[in-house]
């Protein structure tokens, strides 16, 4: 189910961003507009059929490309505490607010609205923070730059 929420997301997402680059190209007078869609594109709405199909495919496909889980980041610290607690730092220097500590789960969100729409409020980040391991899951940037900076904070 979440799956289909994020995939509509991106859909309507992809819509807007379309249309917004569309209504540009009009308002800036790049395209001769007289009220008909094929003005705007060369095959009328044939044309807008295949776009929407498109966005369709890849509103699809992305949140499979998009969200990752990494696991088994590497702690030489031998300490879940410790562990967490460079998390914790790491986590408030990059303005993400803890939203939940369950255990040895994290989870956190991004704390600005302007950060958060361009993520379209799916900017959950969860943290499994064992003894010689952290797992870091959510959105592929964040995960890997997050990762990237644990494995050398961690050795």
Do not use: Q
Not at 22 to 33: E, K
Not at 54 to 70: D, H, K
Not at 108 to 117: I, V
Not at 136 to 141: D, E, H, M, Q, T
């Amino acid at each position: 189910m979440k799956y289909a929420i994020r995939s509509l997301k991106y859909f309507l997402w992809f819509n807007i961003l379309a249309g917004a680059i569309v209504a540009v190209m009009v308002l800036a007078g790049g395209t001769a507009y007289d009220g008909s869609l094929s003005s705007v594109f060369r095959d009328g709405i044939k044309s807008l059929i295949e776009i929407e199909i498109f966005f369709f495919v890849c509103s699809m496909l992305y949140p499979a490309w998009s969200f990752i889980n990494l696991k088994d980041c590497p702690s030489g610290k031998n300490d879940a505490k410790v562990n967490a607690e460079v998390v914790k730092g790491y986590m408030a220097e990059h303005k993400f607010v803890l939203v939940k500590e369950e255990g040895s789960t994290l989870i956190y969100r991004y704390d600005g609205l302007a950060g958060r729409l361009s993520r379209m409020f799916e900017d959950e980040i969860k943290f499994f923070v064992g003894d010689d391991y952290v797992t870091v899951s959510g959105l592929r940037k964040d995960v890997v730059r997050i990762a990237s900076y644990l494995e050398f904070k961690l050795r």
